[in-house]
């Protein structure tokens, strides 16, 4: 089972039901429950696409119902987990920013989403961490497009320039250390 906090989970889900409140693009997800139990590697493949099609498309008019679903599935696999580290987790928490909720939840997503596309690498904390990262800086330039200045995130904006400099790794493994 995932390592999720408790109050963490139940601060996603409570996020993702106010916060799709902007503009919603004409675009569906279309993202189904996945199985349950051990999955097959075509299987996980899946259900990375579905995390990336979320990540692309954060906005979308069936994202409320894809988010649930991916959690539950992530908290129920028995072949992926995700370990969210407080250093990770914490900036998004303390954000003010009008989508924190969803880059929280994509932190976690696409976190998952590395460990299934490089299963050897999945102990690694630190490159799950910046995987995950990955993951909420493309959502965040989908919502910066979709949204302008109403989707700033100062936190973001500062991983962005890390990520510029190509210090994502180095700053999660900073973030990461001690978890």
Same mark, same amino acid.
């Given at each position: ?107 976690? !997503? ?5 460990? =299934? ?8 904390? +630190? $490159?799950?961490?910046?995987? @995950? ?21 100062? !936190? ?5 320039? =890390? ?8 700053? +999660? $493994?900073?973030?990461?250390? @001690?978890?």
């Amino acid at each position: 089972m995932p390592r999720l906090r408790p109050w963490f989970i139940l601060a996603v889900l409570i996020g993702f039901a106010g916060s799709a409140q902007a503009q919603q693009p004409e675009v569906a997800l279309g993202i189904k429950p996945h199985p349950r139990g051990h999955l097959s590697r075509e299987q996980l493949q899946a259900v990375a696409k579905d995390i990336h099609a979320l990540e692309a498309n954060p906005l979308a008019s069936d994202v409320m119902e894809a988010r649930r679903a991916l959690l539950i599935w992530l908290i129920e696999s028995p072949d992926v987990t995700v370990k969210v580290c407080p250093g990770l987790e914490q900036p998004f928490t303390e954000s003010n920013s009008r989508y924190h909720s969803e880059m929280m939840g994509q932190l976690i !997503f696409s976190s998952a989403a590395y460990v =299934i596309e490089h299963p050897d690498q999945a102990r690694d904390l +630190a $490159r799950v961490g910046a995987g @995950g990262l990955e993951g909420v800086l493309t959502t965040y330039a989908v919502l910066k497009a979709q949204q302008g200045d109403a989707a700033t995130d100062e !936190f973001v904006e500062r991983l962005a320039s =890390i990520r510029e400099r190509g210090g994502l790794e180095e700053f +999660a $493994r900073q973030a990461t250390t @001690g978890c």
